[in-house]
């Protein structure tokens, strides 16, 4: 019962949270000098043409009323319609954000992987030759722009080996299945499309892998340490002298420890990929939420930019909430 209500107050904290965003970024968006609009006409267009449009889209009116007719709209789910496009938005959202949720939470998966297994082997090892290498491979995985990264992956797998799919799209032209969730891997899998299924698994394999080289060194670090901290308490020290074997030790004392604050450094990868891979959905013509939303923002598309920045707010405050709930179940000694 105390989960539960502590998950309630948190998604009833997320209300004024969302408010308070959509305030701010209603305002600076208008603050901006210049017509969005503007951009949208041809040469030969007319004040009087601008001025239709504008009223179309309700910028003829004050601030506050056009505020209040957005969240009036945002309260019964319209985003409203892009100035580029003329499509709803929340259409264009939905196609957009499932292939980059997909991208980004395989690729903390396995960035997760990567990091808890290699910290705590650094760890178990340390000042050895493969605690060595773990540390340097971190460091220059930490310098490594993932970009510069994926343009390597490209060059070899693809270029020099050829070994992987053609870095284009999402799955190959050859292959279609019904859009569900529209999250590939999961569509083609419920079609029991194998071919699709093989597609979409090939076309990930290098996006993926550049995400979470990148992003499993912070991880790796942050295990690292504290299991080296897990290995120098008390506790650690009073069961080894019990004679309690290796991998008990291990299990109870080391990984436990060394998990404890992996789910709130998780939680902060993940809201940063959501946006953030905007470079890797560009390399790879993902077509992702950060592409939709940089294309958006380099022509001021109010209700583009407004609803990328409410649902990655509405992403963030529920992965931090499941991160605090994890660590929560993973250390004992926090109340939630």
Not at 107 to 112: D, E, G, P, Q, Y
Not at 124 to 133: A, C, E, F, I, M
Not at 146 to 166: C, D, Q
Request: aromatic residues 8%.
């Amino acid at each position: 019962m105390r989960l539960l209500a502590y998950v309630v107050k948190r998604l009833l904290l997320l209300i004024p949270v969302l408010f308070g965003i959509s305030i701010v970024t209603f305002v600076l968006l208008r603050l901006v000098p210049g017509d969005p609009l503007r951009s949208l006409l041809p040469q030969t267009a007319t004040d009087a043409d601008l001025a239709r449009i504008r009223e179309r889209y309700g910028l003829d009116r004050s601030v506050v009323d056009q505020y209040w007719i957005y969240l009036d709209k945002l309260l019964h789910g319209d985003f409203g319609s892009s100035f580029q496009t003329g499509a709803p938005v929340t259409r264009e959202m939905f196609e957009r954000l499932g292939p980059t949720i997909e991208l980004v939470t395989i690729a903390l998966l396995v960035a997760l992987v990567i990091g808890i297994v290699f910290g705590v082997v650094s760890a178990l090892r340390v000042n050895r030759p493969s605690d060595h290498v773990i540390r340097v491979g971190s460091l220059a995985a930490t310098a490594i722009p993932e970009f510069w990264l994926a343009l390597l992956l490209i060059l070899i797998f693809y270029y020099e080996l050829g070994v992987v799919a053609a870095p284009v799209g999402r799955y190959g032209a050859s292959v279609s299945f019904p859009e569900v969730t529209r999250i590939d891997l999961i569509d083609a899998t419920l079609a029991g499309n194998a071919a699709a299924v093989s597609s979409v698994a090939s076309h990930l394999l290098l996006p993926v892998a550049a995400l979470a080289a990148v992003t499993s060194a912070p991880i790796i670090r942050t295990v690292r340490a504290s299991a080296l901290n897990a290995l120098a308490s008390e506790s650690y020290r009073c069961a080894e002298a019990h004679g309690l074997p290796r991998r008990t030790l291990v299990h109870h004392y080391v990984l436990r420890e060394s998990l404890a604050g992996v789910p709130t450094l998780a939680a902060l990868i993940y809201g940063n990929l959501l946006g953030g891979a905007v470079l890797i959905e560009f390399i790879f013509g993902w077509q992702g939420f950060g592409q939709w939303a940089l294309q958006a923002l380099q022509v001021r598309d109010y209700p583009v930019i407004q609803a990328f920045v409410l649902v990655s707010a509405t992403v963030y405050v529920i992965v931090f909430l499941l991160a605090d709930v994890i660590h929560a179940v993973l250390d004992p000694r926090v109340k939630l």
